[in-house]
Structures are given as C-alpha cells and as structure tokens.
C-alpha cells in the first residue's frame, strides 16, 4: 500500500499498483536542464527528523521537520518551474530548509559582489580563521568567544585599513576519524569573504604571519591558531552554480569563492553519517541543535553590508526560503500552477495537479 494526501487525515491509502500506472514524478530542472535535488533533500530531512525524534527535548523541532516540504506549489514559465509555495519548517539543522539557505545566500553574495566590482576598485580575499577542536560541551561558549573575538578582530586599525568589506560565514564540522585524536570533537571556523583596496598587495598588505597574530590577540588564546588566507582569482565555472541565472553568474568572476563561502554553514552530512538512525549522530544532533540556538551564522561589514541593505535584500538566514532570488513578481504572473507532495510510499515527489490560470 502506498498514500495520497486527504483533505481530512492528510493521507488516504491506494493500492501501489494504481499510483505506480498513473504517477507523474516531479521533474525541475535548472537552467542547464539539470534536475534539481528535491527528493535528495527531503529524504534527508526525514532521516535528520528521526535523530531529532529520539532526543525527547526536540521532538516538535522532528515534527515541524517532518512536515518541512510536503507540499511544494511551483509556477510554469517559458517551460521551467519556479517556487512558488511551500511551507519550510527552519530548524537550524534540516538540510531542506540549509539547502535553500544556501543558494539564498550565494544569490545575494552575488548581486552584492557584481555591485561593488561595478563602483569600487576592489580586489577579493579568501580568509579562514580557525581554533583548536573542542568537546560538545565546549562547542557553545567556543562559538560565543569566536563570535566576540571577531568583532574585536574587524575593529584593529590594522584590519580597517586594509579592509573594505566582508561576508563573514561561521562553519561547524565533526571530526568522524575514528583515528584521528581529534575524533568526536568539533571544528568552529570562520569562513570570510574579503573586499581588499586595489592596492591591497602593496602598502596595505597583511602578511600570514600578521593574520594570525591578529586572530590569536583578538581570541585571547594562548596557542597559534590555524589561519588561511588566499587571493580569489577567476576560475572556471563551478557546476553548483547551475543553480543561479545564467546572466547573473557570467558577471562574476570571483565565483568559486563566492559560492565557497555562501554555502550555510551546517551541512548535513557534518551532522548524521550513514542512512541510520545511531547514538553517535544523536549526540551530534543534540550537541549541534544547542550550540547553534539563537546564534547568527552569517555577517556582512563595511561596504558589502551597505549594499546589502542599499539592495534591500531580505533576511537569508531566518527569512523566507521561497523566493530565493529577485524574479518573483514575475513568476507570479505565470499561466499555469503546478502542485507537487511528497509520496510515502514512492518515496519521492508526486504532481498532484496542474491549473492553467485565467
């Protein structure tokens, strides 16, 4: 037996013999006619909703999880689907809800970057902040220290002078080498995009070394962190980005960087390995769920904050995970509504129907 959604219970049962005649999967391609990921991300999700389920203290997190992306209602235009409707739960560790958070992110990134290489003479500096790996219990005050030290960090004189703007990402991972002896810990970091003077290489230049004392005085640590920074130069269109229009992703150069840091910081396979529910990723589930409440991932500075609110761009991180780019007006206007759910049984998205608007 397999279901059908119900306008009562929400589902009703149908023999599979039936649904397996008649189904319509749902197909949305991007703009290379490659096929989006829905079903990857919801089958996620409901496995990340069953290590939720087993940790008492979050489960209406594994309901609202549960129901994140059921329904999904697109519009057609020239031939191409475009979201339309959907309802998203955003618990901080669903990969439905990070996935498009991500492209949310690289969207905006984008517009922002291709606007200050419009009217400034800038050039773009990848930086990666770390600090040792700590416990779970560690993880939160770790998070809250790092988050204290930056703004420490982007206010030296030093920093200011050389610096125009930033993203700034935080980034949580797991260390699964069980032959590691860092294994079972976690790995906080920061993930910075920078906006350099053009002659940034010359008289305002930061060495390394200079990076890393600056990291070490502004975290108060009494060790060398590991710090990384390279210049971003223009290399060959990364396939993630298929996901962006095509005229917007040719006006950036910088553009495997970009999307680099605009990915959301919590990545679920960071969070569960294997397709099973095991103690080891409840307790990576529940030390990353308390660790990450209440706490702002990403930030913007300086000029690239200016424009992000000069562009009037909403909220990537806890705002709407529908319109993730600027055609929307547009796509309202399109002829004809497609409705899709996710089918239990088949384990995958069903059209439900199509309507041709009047």
């Not at 009037?312 to 529908?322: K, P, W």
Request: with cysteine; glycine share 4%; net charge positive.
């Amino acid at each position: 037996m397999s279901l059908y959604p119900d306008s009562s219970t929400g589902i009703k049962e149908q023999s599979s013999t039936c649904v397996q005649k008649d189904v319509e999967l749902l197909r949305d391609l991007n703009a290379k006619g490659e096929e989006r990921d829905w079903k990857g991300k919801k089958k996620r999700s409901i496995l990340m909703a069953k290590h939720l389920e087993a940790v008492e203290a979050l489960a209406k997190k594994a309901e609202r999880m549960y129901d994140c992306g059921n329904y999904l209602v697109f519009k057609m235009k020239d031939g191409r689907l475009k979201l339309y409707q959907a309802y998203f739960c955003k618990v901080r560790l669903c990969p439905m809800c990070n996935w498009r958070r991500s492209l949310k992110i690289a969207f905006q990134n984008k517009k922002i970057v291709q606007a200050v290489n419009e009217r400034e003479k800038v050039k773009w500096v990848f930086l990666t902040l770390t600090v040792r790996n700590v416990e779970g219990e560690e993880l939160k005050p770790t998070m809250d220290q790092m988050t204290k030290a930056w703004n420490r960090f982007a206010g030296y004189a030093r920093f200011k002078k050389s610096v125009r703007g930033y993203f700034r990402a935080m980034e949580v991972t797991r260390n699964w080498d069980k032959e590691s002896e860092w294994y079972g810990t976690y790995h906080p970091h920061f993930h910075v995009l920078l906006a350099v003077p053009n002659d940034y290489f010359g008289r305002n230049y930061i060495k390394q070394t200079e990076w890393t004392s600056m990291w070490q005085k502004a975290m108060q640590i009494d060790y060398k962190p590991i710090v990384h920074v390279a210049k971003v130069k223009p290399k060959k269109e990364s396939p993630d980005f298929v996901e962006m229009e095509q005229e917007v992703r040719k006006t950036i150069l910088e553009q495997n960087a970009i999307f680099e840091v605009s990915k959301y910081p919590v990545k679920d396979t960071d969070v569960i390995r294997g397709n099973k529910v095991t103690d080891e990723n409840i307790q990576t589930v529940k030390d990353l769920d308390k660790a990450l409440a209440y706490k702002r991932l990403i930030s913007y500075g300086g000029i690239l904050k200016e424009i992000h609110k000069e562009l009037q761009l909403s909220d990537a991180e806890d705002g709407d995970l529908i319109h993730i780019d600027d055609d929307s007006d547009e796509v309202a206007n399109g002829a004809v509504d497609v409705m899709a759910y996710w089918h239990v049984g088949l384990n995958n998205y069903v059209i439900s129907r199509r309507e041709t608007n009047g």
